[in-house]
């Protein structure tokens, strides 16, 4: 119970304190003492009404208490006198929650300021905002504590010497703030997602994007990453067969998580509903004209951002009949939308499906992604299919020379004995 | 807080404009100037008429110029003070050259002691 709260509340008592001293290190330090006193005293005292109003205020009294030891400090923070001499307030005290505001918007975007480094930014979001410690983070990652350790307290000198500021961006620069903020929660999906032996990453990432939904709830993009990892991490038991990566067409479905897929469904719908209703009129028409409200929606996913369409992607991919053309129909939206030669290659599997290897391989061959490995697994596999079997085993060749993990390595393997 | 904001610029983007469009860039860094919170800059002559120095040993070595051939050159800066590094960007963001193929670098001064 305790250690849930301590997960739970750590970004949110972090970012008050940061708040209010504007003190990234003054107020890590203090949520910590705050949190180490808790983990004595609760267990006997029982857990106070407001765990996070009494977290704030005794981590704040204790971090007063050592500046007002600390004369020169002192003298610079004049909010020092306002606060009562006690060391912290009895766990049964009730306490106005609504007085602490909650910032961990703010906090959520200096940690994923652009001017820091994207595997800084990472590292900083997992640690201030999600409450993992340095040794998590760092073996998450595969890299040595000490690095990590470097990594975060760069990032951290960074925001303070640059003056990275506290604060949401305006209006018409947080379209492409809130993007650098979902890309940096959907890598940290991804490298837990890719990795069976990392599967809290995934979770982790997940967790930060309930959060972003609570606090940003009218962003149809943060509703459509949450749906967009739900419906993938849902299928994260059928996609491993021990270490051996089981393809989509090829999973037991009953090993699904329906609940998550369900949940992200309702997501989706409502990322899109957001967007088709914005006009009036046309919802009050719609409501007797089932077939307008289905247009509505249509046009709503074609001007929908990324990840809106990447969910919807995933949740045709929960159907039992896949419907290939239209799965191609949203692959072709979201390459035009990123331009991003990847997602042509994910349009093309879907074309090999719903018009046949040829088509697709045409598709494929405009590319040009020498080093992406699943361009080459991609077009081994098409030329498997058309029967020219020689290319196809070089082409898995190639792509084997390129995999990073141990379960797409075996995979390859398999296929390149099987022509 | 103070930041410099060092502008480098693409050598010939600012001449291969056309007259008007140059006259409005130079009115630009003009009113660049005249931005609440700016504490000062220069603009620099070009870079052939540079002269680097170094002292080795006692003895000072004048040479012509920078050696090396860069894409973008130090053209001049603005001081400014600004609330935090997002002001500072939304000024350096002004800077004509940042749109013409140069780039503008932010970086905080130091203050105090």
């Known amino acids: 119970m305790i250690e849930k709260v301590f997960r739970d509340e750590w970004g949110r008592v972090l970012a008050s304190l940061i708040g209010y001293f504007g003190d990234f290190d003054l107020a890590e330090d203090a949520a910590a003492e705050a949190f180490a006193i808790a983990a004595q005293r609760w267990p006997s005292d029982g857990v106070p009404d407001s765990p996070v109003a009494w977290l704030v205020t005794t981590a704040r009294r204790r971090a007063i208490d050592r500046l007002r030891r600390d ?102 620069r947080l379209p492409e703030r809130l993007g650098a903020v979902l890309a940096v929660v959907y890598l940290i999906f991804n490298e837990g997602y890719g990795d069976p032996d990392r599967p809290g990453l995934a979770a982790e990432a997940i967790r930060l994007g309930r959060v972003l939904a609570v606090l940003l709830p ?19 038991d059928a996609r491993f067969d021990g270490q051996d990566l089981v393809l989509l067409p090829d999973q037991d479905r009953s090993r699904w998580d329906w609940r998550q897929i369900a949940e992200g469904r309702a997501l989706l719908d409502r990322a899109l509903l957001d967007r088709a209703l914005l006009d009036r009129a046309l919802l009050d028409r719609a409501l007797l004209d089932r077939a307008l409200l289905d247009r509505a929606l249509d046009d709503a996913r074609a001007a929908s951002g990324p990840y809106v369409i990447q969910a919807a992607i995933a949740s045709l991919q929960a159907e039992e009949q896949l419907d290939w053309p239209q799965i191609a129909v949203l692959y072709g939206q979201l390459a035009d939308r990123t331009g991003s030669p990847v997602v042509r290659l994910n349009r093309a599997v879907a074309v090999a499906e719903a018009e046949g290897p040829a088509a697709a391989l045409a598709i494929v061959d405009q590319l040009d992604l020498p080093d992406y490995q699943y361009w080459h697994s991609t077009r081994a596999e098409l030329l498997r299919r058309l029967g020219r079997r020689a290319e196809s085993r070089a082409a898995y060749q190639r792509a084997l020379d390129l995999a990073r993990t141990g379960p797409e390595r075996r995979f390859l393997q398999r296929r390149i004995a099987e022509i | 807080m103070q930041y410099a904001l060092l502008i480098y610029s693409r050598p010939g983007a600012t001449e291969a404009l056309g007259d008007d469009e140059q006259e409005a860039v130079h009115r630009q860094y003009l009113e660049l100037r005249e931005l609440p919170g700016m504490l000062g800059g220069a603009a620099l002559h070009p870079v052939e008429t540079a002269t680097t120095v170094r002292v080795l040993d006692d003895a000072v070595l004048i040479t012509d110029g920078p050696f090396a051939d860069t894409k973008e050159i130090f053209a001049g800066f603005y001081l400014v003070e600004a609330d935090d590094l997002d002001q500072a960007t939304e000024i350096a963001a002004r800077i004509p050259a940042a749109r013409l193929g140069g780039s503008v670098e932010i970086r905080p001064v130091v203050t105090g002691p």
């Open chain 1, 71 to 172: 004369r020169v400090l002192a003298a610079k923070l004049r909010l020092l006198a306002a606060e009562p001499d006690t060391a912290e307030p009895d766990t049964r005290d009730s306490m106005d929650t609504t007085a602490i505001p909650d910032e961990r918007l703010e906090l959520i975007f200096m940690c994923c300021h652009p001017a820091l480094a994207v595997e800084a930014q990472v590292a900083l979001t997992l640690r201030a905002v999600g409450g993992l410690s340095t040794e998590e983070i760092a073996r998450a990652f595969l890299v040595p504590p000490e690095t990590m350790k470097r990594r975060l307290t760069r990032a951290k000198a960074k925001i303070k010497v640059a003056g990275i500021p506290f604060s949401v961006p305006s209006d018409p």
């Open chain 1, 218 to 236: 009218a962003q149809p993009e943060v509703l459509g990453l949450l749906a967009l990892m739900l419906l993938h991490d849902s299928r994260r």
